[in-house]
């Protein structure tokens, strides 16, 4: 039996994005690309400003749901399917597991210790008006 102990909710807004490679140069130097560095440190900042200083223990699990801009070229008719959720994100907007990856990362060391922590997880991609990423994460007790 798994009892939800403590659940904390928050929103990044703005486009989702993909956690990004690392990046390596000829001299064998790599870093990870600005976009991603500067994403993670929203998704901290968002976290922050909603949560304080909460730091959650034990096993966790994460829901992400991401918001992506219907694209403004679309027709009125594909756009509708888009609101109402019957045509889902399938382009090249971000594969599910980076967009799952930049937020847990991000997350280390300030909502939790490690993304270790994690045993259940799940990513949905959505349209909407307005773009933006929703994430859940809970507590679990597996007493």
């Not at 703005?14 to 390596?24: A, S, T």
């Not at 991000?106 to 990423?133: C, F, H, M, T």
Request: hydrophobic content about 35%; aromatic content about 6%.
């Amino acid at each position: 039996m798994i009892i939800n102990l403590k659940s904390i909710k928050f929103t990044i807004p703005g486009h989702p994005q993909p956690k990004q490679r690392p990046r390596v140069l000829r001299s064998g130097h790599s870093y990870t690309p600005k976009e991603t560095v500067a994403y993670e440190k929203l998704t901290r900042k968002c976290f922050h400003d909603a949560c304080g200083n909460t730091e959650l223990t034990g096993a966790l699990e994460m829901k992400i749901i991401a918001y992506f801009a219907i694209p403004k070229s679309e027709k009125k008719v594909i756009k509708e399917k888009m609101v109402s959720g019957k045509l889902r994100p399938v382009k090249r907007l971000g594969d599910w597991d980076n967009l799952g990856k930049i937020v847990s990362d991000g997350l280390n060391e300030v909502a939790y210790q490690d993304d270790s922590q994690i045993v259940e997880a799940s990513v949905s991609k959505w349209y909407s008006n307005d773009p933006r990423v929703e994430v859940i994460i809970s507590e679990l007790d597996d007493n």
